[in-house]
């Protein structure tokens, strides 16, 4: 999983058309959406019942911040 989502994402240097880019991009989120649930499974097995919560909330604000920080430098990289 982790491997297709970072040679999705590594071959967007290249990309020349709309139709690769958005290709390249849905190829890394299908990685992605791989890769979330195989997270949460992990979890699941390496925590117990009374740490799994907290753990889990630290995973799901940790992607929340990981967004929003890309959207950030997303914008900032575009519009200055």
Do not use: H, K, N
Not at 21 to 34: Q, S, V
Not at 49 to 73: K, L, W
Request: glycine share 14%; charged share 10%.
């Amino acid at each position: 999983m982790i491997l297709l989502g970072q040679v999705g994402s590594f071959l967007v240097l290249w990309v020349e058309s709309y139709w690769q880019l958005f290709c390249l991009r849905a190829l890394t989120g299908i990685a992605i959406g791989g890769a979330v649930p195989i997270v949460f499974s992990m979890i699941g097995d390496m925590y117990s019942a009374d740490e799994r919560p907290t753990v889990t909330a630290v995973v799901g604000i940790s992607m929340g911040v990981g967004v929003g920080f890309g959207q950030v430098c997303v914008y900032t990289c575009v519009c200055v």
